[in-house]
């Protein structure tokens, strides 16, 4: 009962922490600029900022884990398609992958809005191969920054950020089209 009592005011302490310290962070502004924009949605925070381009999403050393992400796309080009899925904990892949172009943007992982508050481990990114081939990386609680691994399956370039089987929450990433 007591470490009960002791867990549950160190968690609202870290949460009245983050709220004062980390205001501006969960203000998720409203028009992010650059061509792949993505937005964090974090245990004990909500939507973070837009990023974009290669800019890190999520927290560093607060041992929060992402849940979800939104990706928006900025291009010029009604062509330009980015796809994802999500690797959460407890589930697994995400039967299908979601895409956003121009005019579509898109959520992976949970945002408490289901019911469910599943942390993301990893993240697997499609590009059109015409527009580029994606860039990323993820860092894993307990592991660090682990750099996605890329491939080609018909006529798109895939990428997969984080890890699987290992039951560990990715906590910051980054996105770009190279």
Request: charged share 15%; glycine share 10%.
């Amino acid at each position: 009962m007591l470490k009960h009592a002791i867990r549950l005011l160190a968690a609202l302490s870290m949460t009245a922490a983050a709220l004062g310290a980390g205001a501006a962070e969960a203000s998720a502004q409203a028009s992010p600029t650059g061509t792949i924009c993505y937005q964090a949605h974090v245990q004990d925070i909500g939507s973070m900022d837009w990023k974009c381009d290669g800019e890190w999403a999520g927290t560093r050393g607060r041992a929060l884990t992402v849940e979800a992400v939104r990706i928006r796309i900025n291009a010029a080009s009604d062509y330009f398609q980015v796809c994802a899925k999500a690797h959460r904990s407890n589930y697994g892949w995400d039967d299908h992958y979601e895409c956003a172009n121009r005019n579509h943007e898109i959520t992976v992982g949970t945002t408490g809005t289901t019911g469910y508050y599943n942390p993301m481990e990893a993240m697997r990114v499609y590009l059109d191969e015409t527009t580029g081939y994606p860039d990323g990386n993820a860092y894993v609680r307990n592991v660090g920054w682990l750099p996605g691994p890329s491939y080609f399956a018909t006529n798109w370039q895939v990428m997969e950020i984080g890890s699987t089987g290992r039951g560990l929450p990715m906590e910051t990433f980054w996105l770009k089209s190279a």
